[in-house]
């Protein structure tokens, strides 16, 4: 998932995030055309502007920040 153009639906990624499909909680909504029905990552720009690329997969980086906020004692 390293912005790689593989793209990711809100409900999958919120899936990754808790682990547990039983936890998520869909709040009823009007849904404007411009909300986001899943994401697409292309870093292409950052990296011919900034010389910058992803060290991290998605799945990584979400166990590195909740590693983080565990450290923090947020939570």
Same mark, same amino acid.
């Given at each position: ?6 793209? $990711?639906?809100? =409900? ?5 995030? /808790? ?7 869909? $709040?009823?909504?009007?849904?404007? @055309?411009?909300? $986001?029905?899943? +994401?697409?990552? =292309? ?6 502007? +900034?010389?910058?690329?992803? /060290?991290?997969? +998605?799945?990584?980086?979400? @166990? ?8 923090? =004692? +947020?939570?």
């Amino acid at each position: 998932m390293r912005g790689f153009g593989k793209d $990711i639906s809100i =409900n999958d990624l919120a899936e990754m995030i /808790v682990k547990d499909k039983t936890r998520i909680r869909h $709040i009823p909504h009007i849904h404007p @055309q411009s909300e $986001i029905p899943k +994401l697409l990552c =292309n870093y292409q720009k950052a990296k011919d502007m +900034l010389g910058w690329q992803p /060290v991290f997969s +998605l799945e990584e980086g979400l @166990q590195k920040t909740e590693q983080w906020i565990k450290s923090t =004692n +947020l939570i």
